[in-house]
């Protein structure tokens, strides 16, 4: 047999928005619906341990996905430690045989062993390439072929946080862009801590637009954009970090309207069933008690001039049956089914929202959801047992129950007549043998509806220069619905201080044309620039970082504000990422120092980058001190080419880390509270990939020692890394100290 999609599918494909390109397939980890349900007939369910077409040994909590007869996974290989890498695998979805893969080391992240790769690769229709936000917000890009087409760190360019739970959830690609779902704590305007969505060119990988659609967040989230219009706009939809349902103009960014769903955050996935909208979460329900609920809106019909806060009247019906903290439910012939905490399966009613009934499968759920095909549920639990059901009007017949011996974290997949399945140890691949047709279809893509140019857009919509370097820009003209026309030529370009700004600061640079360069003196500096076609005007932002050469003594800083102990203080430089709300200049023992901020318990820990993401070979140093007593210090260190040295003052060590659970070696050190210390750090790599971490450590004052304090051999040498600090504080109690920090090329 090879299954064909039906015509049914066919027709949907045509009309579904962000299915723009040559090749259909499983492209993302919800399916070619975005509902989690698949078209194809004929799917197999008398399913088996042992009687797989194929399976591949790799760890992973996702979902594969599949197009062209190619199956890309996210995975990780190797026990705690520093063998422990996450990968982007490439099999034969037929075979299972290993065609490529990519593997990565983690760095500097608090993600702890068994919560790498809760996430899963897209695939662009148009191009087949393959995109994927690794667990430390590392995002890269592939050819089908497994060339790298690049790579950013989002954790080192946008500053974004990581948690110990890992979920990166997965990409959207829509029409040119590839889109990103993360919290982030970056500079100016977007210096709060907020979940955001950032919008790649997904060829070039430049920033076209960043988005912070809800309020401040409580929790991560991963919820992956589902795309629709309203009024004639391309949009899509997410939950959010902060407990919101957000909507936001996929061309643009712009956010749209927002619906407060949960106090916590929303991580499943978001449902369109016509005009309304589902979804679910699992933490306490704004204004009660109680934990749970599905809910059902009525999508508004206009587009917003401003962002809208709906409320109570949109609601078109509420369930409080469920429970769902990760679990995304399926829609499929009217139907909802979704499996909730208590490890229940249950069936609604699309249209009225009323229960139909449940089935109890497992103790408990986390994280896996169910998928539909061919008239049948495919439900992985927590426990590792894995069901074929017939969904009936009063139940679920069961057709399979398979014990998988691990646990089930992800979703399955569909395509070719064969259903995939991620357990922690393996992927399976069940079905029938031989190469399963590919259906190739071209679909038209989004037309700008008008030739009249509204708007403009710049790319990259934030740059980062060291000085000497230079950033080439390109300015878009965008119809009245946000669609591209073409490029334009600015008339002008000139810096751009908005009437809002706290700062007034202007970027160490000049452009010629759309090139803008920073002089070979050029100084750390932040700001923005606004280009001009006629009576229309757009603008970027960016930064000039710091590299070698680079000095901070905080003694021109003026201390010109009140803390809200009394002190005296000033804002750290603009340009270091998140810093602004995590750190402040004030004066210590007769100079000039920047010392973390301990007003809000969330920024206990904080690591702040000042350098390009690509430095490499570079001595950075620091003169470093706890607040405190014997009995409780805090943590104080530098980021060196992605690896964390630390005085860690309640240890009484010296500590070199890349992530905990993969590199962590320390010596003792003895750390006096209130007392200065000069900490010198360097990182070497070697032609094969190896390489060491050198620190050494004394009283300030004293004559530096001649030996290295600890020197940390490490298997997979991190290439480059921006330069930075950190401070961890524990429950904010005890400040730290950093002055007289040097950036210099290692001789």
């Known amino acids: 047999m090879k299954p064909l999609l039906t015509l049914t599918a066919i027709a949907t494909l045509a009309l579904t928005p962000h299915l723009t390109g040559e090749t259909t397939g499983w492209l993302n980890w919800r399916g070619p619906l975005q509902t989690g349900a698949s078209l194809e007939k004929e799917l197999p369910s008398d399913l088996k341990i042992g009687n797989e077409l194929w399976t591949f040994d790799v760890q992973g909590a996702g979902t594969p996905t599949i197009a062209d007869g190619r199956l890309y996974a996210f995975g990780f290989y190797g026990e705690k430690g520093e063998d422990t890498q996450e990968a982007l695998i490439c099999l034969d979805a037929n075979t299972g045989k290993l065609i490529w893969e990519k593997r990565f080391s983690d760095y500097i992240s608090d993600v702890v062993y068994n919560r790498y790769a809760v996430g899963a690769p897209t695939i662009d229709p148009e191009t087949g390439n393959v995109y994927l936000q690794l667990s430390n917000g590392r995002c890269v890009a592939f050819t089908r072929d497994g060339e790298q087409i690049w790579e950013i760190s989002l954790m080192e360019e946008l500053s974004r946080l990581t948690f110990p739970n890992g979920r990166s959830g997965a990409p959207a690609v829509f029409n040119h862009l590839v889109i990103f779902h993360c919290v982030t704590a970056n500079w100016g305007l977007t210096g709060p801590a907020r979940d955001r969505f950032y919008a790649f060119d997904k060829?070039?990988?430049?920033?076209?637009?960043?988005?912070?659609?809800?309020?401040?967040?409580?929790?991560?989230?991963?919820?992956?954009?589902?795309?629709?219009?309203?009024?004639?706009?391309?949009?899509?939809?997410?939950?959010?970090?902060?407990?919101?349902?957000?909507?936001?103009?996929?061309?643009?960014?712009?956010?749209?309207?927002?619906?407060?769903?949960?106090?916590?955050?929303?991580?499943?996935q978001i449902l369109l069933n016509g005009d309304q909208l589902i979804a679910i979460h699992g933490k306490e329900n704004p204004g009660q008690s109680s934990k749970g609920r599905l809910i059902c809106l009525n999508l508004p019909k206009q587009y917003p001039a401003e962002q809208l806060v709906l409320d109570e009247s949109s609601v078109a019906w509420k369930n409080d049956d469920h429970v769902a903290f990760t679990s995304s439910p399926v829609l499929a012939e009217g139907k909802l089914f979704t499996t909730i905490s208590t490890g229940e399966l249950v069936c609604v009613d699309?249209?009225?929202?009323?229960?139909?009934?449940?089935?109890?499968?497992?103790?408990?759920?986390?994280?896996?959801?169910?998928?539909?095909?061919?008239?049948?549920?495919?439900?992985?639990?927590?426990?590792?047992?894995?069901?074929?059901?017939?969904?009936?009007?009063?139940?679920?017949?069961?057709?399979?129950?398979?014990?998988?011996?691990?646990?089930?974290?992800?979703?399955?997949?569909?395509?070719?007549?064969?259903?995939?399945?991620?357990?922690?140890?393996?992927?399976?691949?069940?079905?029938?043998?031989?190469?399963?047709?590919?259906?190739?279809r071209q679909v038209e893509k989004n037309q700008a509806v008008s030739k009249l140019i509204s708007s403009l857009q710049i790319v990259p919509a934030e740059f980062a220069l060291r000085a000497g370097g230079s950033q080439s820009f390109k300015v878009f003209g965008l119809d009245a619905k946000g669609q591209r026309i073409k490029e334009v030529s600015p008339e002008s370009w000139e810096a751009f201080i908005p009437p809002t700004a706290r700062v007034k600061a202007k970027v160490d640079a000049t452009f010629e044309g759309s090139t803008l360069t920073a002089g070979p003196d050029a100084k750390l500096s932040a700001g923005a620039f606004k280009a001009t076609v006629?009576?229309?005007?757009?603008?970027?932002?960016?930064?000039?970082?710091?590299?070698?050469?680079?000095?901070?003594?905080?003694?021109?800083?003026?201390?010109?504000?009140?803390?809200?102990?009394?002190?005296?203080?000033?804002?750290?430089?603009?340009?270091?990422?998140?810093?602004?709300?995590?750190?402040?200049?004030?004066?210590?023992?007769?100079?000039?120092?920047?010392?973390?901020?301990?007003?809000?318990?969330?920024?206990?820990?904080?690591?702040?980058?000042?350098?390009?993401?690509?430095?490499?070979d570079y001595t950075l140093s620091a003169d470093v001190m706890t607040d405190g007593n014997r009995r409780i210090m805090s943590s104080i260190g530098l980021v060196n080419q992605r690896y964390l040295i630390t005085l860690v003052g309640n240890s009484q060590i010296l500590e070199v880390s890349s992530n905990y659970e993969r590199v962590n070696q320390s010596v003792k050190f003895k750390i006096k509270p209130n007392t200065w210390y000069s900490l010198t750090t360097q990182v070497k790599r070697n032609a094969d990939g190896t390489g060491t971490v050198f620190a050494k450590a004394w009283p300030r004052g004293e004559d530096q020692p001649?030996?290295?304090?600890?020197?940390?051999?490490?298997?997979?040498?991190?290439?480059?890394?921006?330069?930075?600090?950190?401070?961890?504080?524990?429950?904010?109690?005890?400040?730290?100290?950093?002055?007289?920090?040097?950036l210099e090329a290692t001789k």
């Open 203 to 268: 060829v070039t990988g430049e920033l076209v637009w960043y988005s912070s659609p809800g309020i401040r967040p409580v929790d991560s989230s991963f919820s992956m954009p589902v795309f629709g219009k309203l009024d004639g706009h391309d949009v899509f939809y997410a939950g959010v970090g902060c407990g919101n349902v957000v909507c936001v103009d996929a061309n643009t960014g712009k956010p749209l309207w927002r619906y407060q769903l949960s106090n916590g955050g929303v991580n499943s």
């Open 534 to 616: 006629g009576d229309l005007s757009a603008t970027t932002r960016g930064r000039v970082v710091a590299g070698s050469g680079y000095r901070a003594d905080f003694e021109d800083v003026e201390l010109k504000m009140d803390s809200a102990d009394g002190e005296k203080v000033n804002f750290p430089p603009l340009p270091w990422l998140g810093a602004r709300i995590k750190w402040h200049v004030l004066e210590k023992d007769g100079s000039k120092v920047i010392a973390n901020r301990l007003d809000n318990v969330l920024f206990q820990r904080t690591m702040n980058f000042f350098g390009h993401v690509d430095e490499k």
């Open 350 to 440: 699309a249209e009225s929202g009323k229960t139909q009934w449940k089935e109890k499968l497992a103790p408990d759920q986390i994280h896996a959801s169910p998928t539909y095909g061919d008239g049948k549920l495919y439900v992985p639990m927590f426990d590792g047992e894995f069901y074929v059901l017939d969904p009936e009007e009063t139940g679920a017949k069961q057709l399979a129950k398979i014990k998988t011996g691990e646990a089930c974290l992800g979703a399955p997949a569909i395509w070719g007549g064969k259903i995939y399945l991620f357990t922690k140890t393996k992927l399976h691949c069940w079905g029938t043998e031989g190469s399963a047709e590919i259906l190739v």
């Open 706 to 742: 001649a030996d290295w304090s600890i020197t940390v051999p490490v298997k997979y040498c991190h290439p480059h890394g921006a330069p930075g600090v950190f401070a961890f504080s524990p429950q904010s109690q005890k400040r730290v100290y950093i002055d007289n920090i040097k």
